[in-house]
């Protein structure tokens, strides 16, 4: 019998959708409604299932992005035949984002016990959920919003990347939010942050998803609602991407920073109450 009912996988999936590409962190928010609805949030089959759910998510990504991607393949595999276009900006920025992944699978195989065990506690994401607002905020201060996508070079997808193992070992933290934070430090604009936010998780994502799918299913998650819980991210995560990419382009972060906060003092608050168990 599934350790997560049909139903549960609905909200859970929706949960996902929201808030994997908003910088609030989508591992967080599941791990705070899982907890509010009994579900024991350090199972295996709970840990794969939120792993797996991701992979909707990501496919809105990929149906979103389809010409850009298709753009950038097609520039990837012309340049493995030919050397001139291995100048093209799109040759090099799928190079780019496979060797940005490469950090964070090193570490998230190597840190694997952590990362499902003490670092999985909602004491943890109470806190990083904090912390990373004070970086998203001065992230957002300090850039300069100079630089475009087309300014981008291989420093910033390796440091971007790299920053997402910030969100895989304090699952508070948000994925979106170390790596827009991390390209705004690098001085480039919200948008241009936020598009290579959403490139560079597709692999890693993806990856995680694939990698945890097997176990999801052999710890008890259940198939329909593994079904259930991806189709709904993917609905609700394309909604998702087209409104974040239009306010960043008008907004600032700071609604996220406050949003996040207020979401952190109150599960420190449910926590201490004993109201949720870490």
């Not at 008890?220 to 306010?247: C, E, H």
Request: proline share 3%; aromatic share 10%; net charge neutral.
């Amino acid at each position: 019998m599934s350790v997560i009912s049909v139903g549960q996988a609905v909200v859970l999936g929706a949960v996902e959708g929201v808030t994997e590409f908003l910088p609030v962190s989508s591992t967080g928010h599941l791990k705070i409604v899982e907890g509010l609805m009994g579900i024991p949030v350090d199972d295996d089959a709970v840990v794969g299932f939120s792993a797996v759910i991701q992979v909707g998510a990501i496919a809105a990504v990929l149906v979103y992005f389809f010409k850009d991607i298709v753009r950038i393949v097609s520039a990837w595999g012309r340049g493995l035949r030919d050397r001139e276009e291995r100048y093209h900006h799109d040759y090099k920025f799928a190079w780019w984002v496979i060797c940005a992944t490469i950090p964070i699978v090193v570490v998230g195989l190597a840190a694997k016990p952590l990362i499902e065990g003490p670092l999985a506690s909602l004491w943890v994401v109470a806190g990083s959920l904090i912390v990373g607002s004070g970086v998203m905020w001065a992230a957002d201060q300090m850039g300069r919003h100079k630089r475009g996508e087309d300014d981008t070079s291989f420093k910033d997808a390796m440091l971007v990347g790299s920053s997402q193992i910030l969100a895989l070992l304090f699952p508070g933290f948000s994925r979106s939010g170390a790596t827009m934070s991390t390209a705004l430090l690098l001085d480039l604009d919200r948008v241009a942050a936020t598009r290579l936010s959403f490139f560079l998780g597709i692999p890693a994502l993806t990856g995680a998803g694939l990698y945890e799918l097997k176990d999801a299913l052999g710890n008890g998650a259940g198939a329909a609602p593994l079904a259930v819980g991806t189709g709904v991210s993917f609905v609700v995560a394309y909604a998702s991407i087209a409104w974040l990419l239009k306010f960043v382009a008008k907004h600032s972060f700071n609604a996220f920073v406050i949003y996040r906060i207020v979401v952190g003092v109150l599960l420190f608050g449910l926590l201490g109450a004993g109201v949720l168990h870490s």
